[in-house]
């Protein structure tokens, strides 16, 4: 089945500092690229969508300054967290998928801590 | 806002019991409406999923209830394990594009 890889699993940094994150589909191509925000005991709030080759879109509230997202290839996209703040602390979740009709896959998600 | 509302926020269940959790949405154009199980630390991973041409869909011990016109969608777990132990998302989507998730569903099955 398909399969999204996403790393690191977890990263502490300090305030101020920036963070990147990986999300790698392994063993197919991602036309779609989406990535999500998610609070203790909360559900996914999708922060921003990137196509390959084309900026990203984001969503109303998301600070597209502070979460850049690049998505350079059919099997990678990144998000970086600028400037990190303790507020940043969280869940973050990517999934990708492969064309319509073909269902979203997820990663395992990256715990960022920021203090 | 959210655009699919789930109930209930929890619920807790003896080993063996049936375990219920309901979305409705208002949304008319949404065509696609999966539910995915997380365990705590893990990212989201799909259960089963249905499209509004068919009523209910049956994997394994979990089934989708789908009514139209009502507007609402159900998981029902069947036989539920303590290994179901987990939070549950429903979701919906219009043409396989952004989901909209519901609030989650923690399920205890208690051994």
């Known amino acids: 089945g398909a399969v999204v890889s996403q790393h690191p699993s977890w990263v502490i940094c300090k305030s101020g500092t920036s963070v990147k994150i990986e999300c790698r589909s392994l063993d197919f191509q991602a036309t779609t690229m989406f990535w999500y925000r998610q609070f203790p005991k909360q559900s996914l709030m999708l922060m921003a969508t990137s196509n390959e080759g084309s900026k990203a879109t984001y969503e109303q509230g998301v600070e597209k300054d502070k979460f850049l997202i690049n998505h350079a290839s059919l099997t990678l996209s990144t998000l970086t967290v600028t400037s990190a703040h303790p507020e940043d602390s969280s869940f973050y979740i990517c999934?990708?998928?492969?064309?319509?009709?073909?269902?979203?896959?997820f990663g395992s998600g990256t715990r960022l801590t920021v203090v | 806002q959210q655009q699919v509302k789930q109930s209930p926020q929890s619920l807790i269940v003896q080993k063996g019991g049936i375990s219920i959790i309901n979305c409705a949405y208002e949304n008319t154009a949404f065509d696609y409406f999966p539910w995915y199980q997380q365990f705590p630390g893990k990212g989201p991973a799909l259960l089963i999923a249905i499209r509004p041409d068919v009523s209910e869909k049956k994997e394994g011990r979990f089934t989708i209830s789908f009514n139209k016109s009502a507007k609402q969608f159900s998981l029902h777990i069947m036989d539920s394990q303590p290994g179901d132990s987990a939070t549950y998302f429903c979701a919906a989507s219009v043409n396989d594009y952004k989901l909209s998730f519901g609030a989650g569903t923690t399920v205890t099955v208690r051994a």
């Open positions: 999934s990708a998928q492969m064309g319509q009709n073909n269902g979203y896959t």
